[in-house]
């Protein structure tokens, strides 16, 4: 371990591309993807659509409806755009368009090859390594501002009471008219900010933004009635200045990431929907029974709560709400907790004559991913499984086909948070080394046979707990003096106490 007065310098650019190697990414295109790419040129200047213009044989012209986006402030990769319409008697008409990538790269290419291989983009916060080159995942298949873009489309009705109902998928073309970001969008809908600048000169979009915030609303309460559970984490970024790290940014919730997290989720169960009723297998995304339950009853027990001893989602969701309410300086430890003790979620396949399966974090049991097909392979799988559909073509995949990427998607995505969380640590390292000493509020978040680990409250930073760290357990909150750092290998040494 290193002291702040010997610590070595680290580039932090260099160390992302070493923690992606590290967990199995390929950063480099190989020749014949390269050669691919090379024939596709850019649309950005044309703004044409990502594949052929579509006709009334092959979908709608829907690029006069006030689509948007929002994302975070500088991506650039947007997979999706959402618009809505009242439609009569309390209901709303939400319609969420996802880029069509499969019409640029078809299955078996070798872009498509390179795009299975590491199956997710890496966000390191430092540097982002994309599952498809730029030219693509930030232009060509991406829903640009002001450019016409194919796409496949999910509608559904939304009544008054949350529930949704009446879902249909389609092809159309659709046009991005404000590429709006989280933070400004959100502190606007709150009341707590300005309307940004194209929401303020617009006030069909101001309409419209509140209305899908209104739905997405309606759509959080039924699900949380249904066992949905409400978290809130803290997701540090590192904020890099002329290669120093000046501070971890924490990514904070509001009412615009609620509502595209209620979109997708509603997106995406709508589209799991359509592939059943026709009868495909297709790729799910779950999170099976929680793994250690008695450990969450004993969390709640703590705090004057009591669980069943069998895993309930309605009852955990209750739980988390009230605490929420009760605590919200400690919500984001106690989600955290919460988090880790459900184990992690995983890609399954569901055949047509199989039972659904239930997503026990989403209280869904039909849910799968295909809003993200620039970010994730997965998506990009269950996009031609729909697309087959539309046509009336047959399976692209055989179910064996499906088992292999599903088990190998899971696998990558578990590499790409322990690279990203690599990164993290080590800009942390750099930020905490002239720190040493300093003691620390922090929660316990790991106990395994490799150790016990803990997070600190501010920063948001997660060290190994090397003394003190006996009858510890997930959830503990604890005092943690910083005794060493080593930003090359991204450790942070703690010593608790109770």
């Known amino acids: 371990m290193q002291s702040p007065s010997s610590a070595g310098p680290i580039d932090l650019a260099t160390a992302a591309r070493q923690a992606v190697h590290k967990y199995g990414f390929l950063t480099d295109l190989p020749a014949d993807a390269a050669r691919q790419l090379a024939t596709l040129g850019s649309g950005a200047a044309g703004g044409g659509p990502v594949g052929a213009p579509t006709d009334a044989a092959t979908g709608h012209d829907l690029r006069s409806a006030l689509w948007s986006s929002i994302d975070d402030d500088h991506s650039r990769d947007l997979d999706q755009l959402e618009v809505a319409d009242p439609s009569g008697a309390g209901t709303t008409r939400v319609r969420v368009a996802i880029a069509d990538v499969d019409g640029l790269v078809p299955r078996g290419s070798p872009l498509d090859v390179f795009a299975g291989e590491n199956a997710t983009t890496v966000y390191t916060g430092v540097a982002t390594f994309p599952m498809l080159p730029e030219l693509l995942s930030t232009d060509r298949t991406s829903l640009s501002q002001d450019s016409d873009r194919d796409a496949i489309v999910i509608e559904f009705l939304v009544a008054g009471d949350g529930s949704v109902t009446q879902g249909d998928v389609y092809r159309g073309t659709v046009r991005n008219h404000a590429k709006l970001a989280y933070d400004s969008v959100g502190a606007w809908l709150s009341g707590t900010g300005a309307a940004p600048g194209v929401v303020a000169g617009n006030a069909g979009l101001a309409a419209q933004l509140r209305l899908q915030s209104d739905v997405a609303k309606r759509l959080r ?107 919200p300086a400690h919500f984001p430890d106690l989600s955290l907790a919460v988090i880790k003790l459900m184990g992690p979620g995983e890609y399954v ?81 750099l930020m905490l080394a002239p720190h040493v000493g300093t003691v620390y509020d922090a929660v316990v978040t790991g106990v395994t046979d490799q150790g016990t680990y803990a997070r600190l409250v501010a920063p948001p930073v997660e060290g190994r707990v090397t003394a003190g760290g006996q009858h510890l357990d997930v959830g503990d909150r604890i005092k943690a003096r910083l005794m060493a750092t080593d930003p090359v290998r991204g450790f942070i040494d703690l010593h608790a106490s109770k």
């Open 221 to 327: 309460q039924r699900r949380i009635l249904h066992g949905a559970l409400e978290f809130q984490t803290i997701q540090a970024t590192p904020v890099v200045v002329s290669g120093k790290v000046v501070d971890l940014h924490a990514t904070n919730p509001g009412p615009a990431r609620d509502l595209i997290e209620e979109f997708m989720v509603a997106a995406n169960t709508t589209l799991a929907g359509y592939i059943t009723s026709h009868h495909r297998s297709s790729i799910r995304r779950v999170v099976r029974t929680p793994v250690r339950w008695p450990r969450i009853v004993e969390l709640a027990k703590g705090l004057g709560a009591t669980l069943p001893a069998t895993p309930d989602g309605p009852a955990l969701a209750a739980f988390l709400t009230a605490r929420q309410a009760a605590d």
């Open 349 to 429: 396949v569901e055949t047509p004559d199989g039972p659904p399966t239930p997503h026990f974090g989403l209280a869904v049991d039909d849910y799968t991913h295909g809003t993200a097909p620039n970010r994730r392979y997965a998506d990009l799988v269950t996009q031609r499984i729909v697309k087959a559909i539309i046509a009336n073509a047959a399976p692209p995949y055989t179910d064996t086909e499906l088992t292999a990427i599903a088990t190998h998607c899971t696998t990558q995505e578990d590499n790409a948070r322990r690279a990203a969380r690599l990164v993290t640590k080590q800009a942390a390292a």
